[in-house]
């Protein structure tokens, strides 16, 4: 007797070593939290990770609009990665406006899953297709699995008493309950967050959990998957671990050097993207002493900063570029004070209000030169996630150590990017040194008796009994610290700022070269580059060319051996997120013939892009430039 019942294909499972997967919607889809919970359970699952979040630039842009796309992909392997990945392998799209700013990221043969159920009239005509592209061939290129989520979503939650509106956002739960079962991972943390988050409001949480498992099951039971993918964990140091962004850990940092130090932090800033999110994250440790002030502008957050430095705390202000520029001003006085304040710089791009959720690294020049006069600063910059919690104890140890204000420049792609982060015992951390004048020294003391080695004037606390002291924005006599215009003493303070920035340098480390320690081509970066940088020499040097490559994590003063590095390879490469800054002051420094390689568009360099420019410059191939599609990776139509 032969059974009628359909016999389902049983699904193949292809091991991959590296898989990256962008998700997109509209704004109010989910996305970044659809994103974020796909990484936290692949960073559980013991993937290496790298992730890009992609946020609109407009707050209230038009549902189903181009510029209302918001994105997140996120790249995963058994293997150390450094970057989120050039092309997705799979593409998520919500509707057809992610379907058209997208899809030109997707490699050639890629898969593309879709919502069917939004790719209606309407949608279509604000994305701006002329007809439907699950219908007209276009996408040919691509593995296309159409699924009706918002009809199956519905489906799902017929029972549960909701509106339609707050059923339908949970679609996301549907589309990455979905990508979980087709990845091979499990529910388990996404459901054990979802019963914190929506403890208090049973109706969402059963919704939520519905969707999540009718998107898994839908992948297990439909026939339009024949293959399901394994990416099998990474090999990593023993220890705890967890997902971590950039700005989490700049905030933990910070905390870290306050614990290090036995100081209190402040933090006053004034909510800006990037950089807001390291308020958020500060104001959570008030059990650690932390006092964070959320200022009413950018100029008050960084006066209460300078005043909590004058008073013996950390001092620690906040912002993005335009932020930076109001504040310039201030950090002349904190300059001309000679007090111990970090200033952090979440760059994105410019100028004016730009592109705020973009990422970009213009701020150099600002930070090194945009203040009056002779204004110099420490510079520090983290070059990934895990980072900048190193840097951020950098910053603050430099400060201290130094009595100078030091700026911490990170950009948004450092600062929401993602990647596993191991725990650092504290103990493996060294301790923050500094020290208060005290009253003993009363009958010696003046304001800027400097310590012979570093130039720091003595760090004198308000109300030290014979400590009495002035300090302000007009010059002061260097033996007595009253007020002075003598010509030859503002030359002499005008040295000993300059001379006690530079003195850092006998201070940091060397800076480090991959590859040979000579030859024919050194690629040269900073900050959110790192990854893109060290993946595409590695891959030329696989290739048998002779290509070496350096970050750096010092801005000013450079690491002491940089011109002695530059001077063995015959050519030096700078890739940027800018018009060149870095390759300026190379230049002007080093007298080296550094060749810029420069990109403005909002997102960070694709190692292939990196790949053609490193070909460019050793004479294999003609001149390259970027290209961008009528959909580029800037949102736009």
Known sequence: MTSETPVRPQQQVERLERVTVRFAGDSGDGMQLTGTQFTKTTAIF??????????????????????????????????????????????VAMNPAALKVNIGDLRPGGLLIVDEGEFTGPNLKKAGYQSNPLENGSLAGFEVVPVNITRQNELALEEVDLPSKQKFQSRNFYALGLVLWLYGRSLDPTVKWAQQRFSRNPAVLDANLRALRAGYNFGDTTELFQVRYDVPPAPVEPGLYRHISGNEATALGFLAASLKSGLSLFYASYPITPASDVLHELSKHRNFGVKTLQAEDEIAAIGAAIGAAYGGSLALTGTSGPGLALKSEALNLAVMTELPLVVIDVQRAGPSTGMPTKTEQSDLLQAMFGRNGDSPVAIVAPSTPSDCFIMAIEAFRIALKYMVPVIYLSDGYVGNGSEPWRIPDMDEIPAIEYQFASASEADSFSPYNRDPQTLARPWAIPGTKGLEHRIGGLEKSSATGDISYDPGNHHQMTLYRNQRVARIAQDIPPVEVSGPEDGELLVLGWGGTAGAIATAAERARQQGKSVASAHIRYLNPFPANLGEVLSRYDKVLVPELNMGQLALLIRAKYLVDAVPFNKVAGQPFKITEIEAKIDEVLGLRGPYELEFGPASVLGGG
């Open 46 to 91: 013991g993937n290496d990770l790298a992730t890009l979040p992609d946020f609109p630039a407009e707050i209230r842009a038009p549902t189903g609009s181009l510029p209302g796309v918001s994105g997140f992909q996120i790249s995963f392997a058994s293997s150390d990665i450094r970057t989120p990945g050039d092309q997705p392998d799979a593409l």
